[in-house]
C-alpha cells in the first residue's frame, strides 16, 4: 500500500498549477506520477473542442496550451462531464482510477465520479469533498502520486509554489480508507 501514498495541491489558477509541475519537472520528478484535475472551460468562451489523435487528445479553447502541454507530459488524459461540477479534465494516472470507478459503477455516497476515483485510491471522503468543492470552483488539483518518500520530496517542493492549500495522504490512511 505505500505506493498509494500521495500529496495533493490545490491552485487557483492554471498558471499557478502549470508552474507547479514545472518546479517538479526541475526536481527531477517522473512526470508519470503526476496528475491534474481541472475544469475544461468557461460558458463565456466561445471556441472548444475536443478530439483525439492516437493516444494524444487535442484541445481547442482559452487554456488549449496549458492542457496540451500536460497531456503530452503526463500518462493518460480525458474529459468528464459530470453533474453538479460540469465538465471537467484530468491528466496522468487519477484517469484510470476513475475509470474504475466508473467501470466497477463504484460510487459512495454524495461523491461524484471524481470524487469516486480519488476515495478509489485513497483519497479519505473528508479531503474528497474539498477537493470537489475546489474543482466546482474552478482550482485545478495537482497530485504526485508514489512511495512516502517520493510524496514527502514532492510535498517539500509544492511548499514553495504557492498552493492554496497542500495534504498528504499516507499509504496507512489509504489503507484503513479501503476496508
Do not use: C
Not at 500521495?6 to 526536481?27: F, N
Not at 488524459?77 to 470507478?101: E, K, N, R, Y
Not at 469516486?116 to 504526485?144: C, H, N, Q, R
Request: charged share 15%; glycine share 14%; net charge negative.
Amino acid at each position: 500500500m505505500s505506493d498509494l501514498n500521495a500529496v495533493v495541491a490545490v491552485y487557483g489558477t492554471h498558471t499557478q498549477a502549470e508552474d507547479a509541475v514545472k518546479e517538479l519537472q526541475r526536481a527531477g520528478f517522473d512526470m508519470k506520477t503526476l496528475s491534474i484535475i481541472g475544469k475544461g472551460y468557461h460558458t463565456d468562451e466561445h471556441v472548444v473542442g475536443y478530439y483525439n489523435t492516437g493516444d494524444r487528445m487535442k484541445y481547442w479553447g482559452k487554456m488549449g496550451a496549458f492542457w496540451g502541454g500536460f497531456w503530452g507530459l503526463l500518462l493518460g488524459s480525458a474529459f468528464f462531464a459530470i453533474p453538479g461540477i460540469g465538465p471537467v479534465l484530468v491528466a496522468g494516472p487519477v484517469v484510470a482510477w476513475i475509470v474504475g470507478a466508473l467501470e466497477g459503477a463504484v460510487v459512495v455516497g454524495g461523491l461524484s465520479v471524481i470524487g469516486a476515483g480519488l476515495y478509489g485510491m485513497g483519497i479519505p471522503k473528508d479531503s474528497v469533498l474539498t477537493y470537489e468543492t475546489a474543482i466546482k470552483s474552478d482550482k485545478f488539483l495537482l497530485l504526485v502520486h508514489g512511495t512516502s518518500q517520493e510524496t514527502e520530496k514532492a510535498r517539500n517542493v509544492l511548499e514553495t509554489t504557492g498552493a492554496d492549500s497542500l495534504t498528504m495522504h499516507s499509504g496507512a490512511a489509504v489503507a484503513s480508507a479501503a476496508r
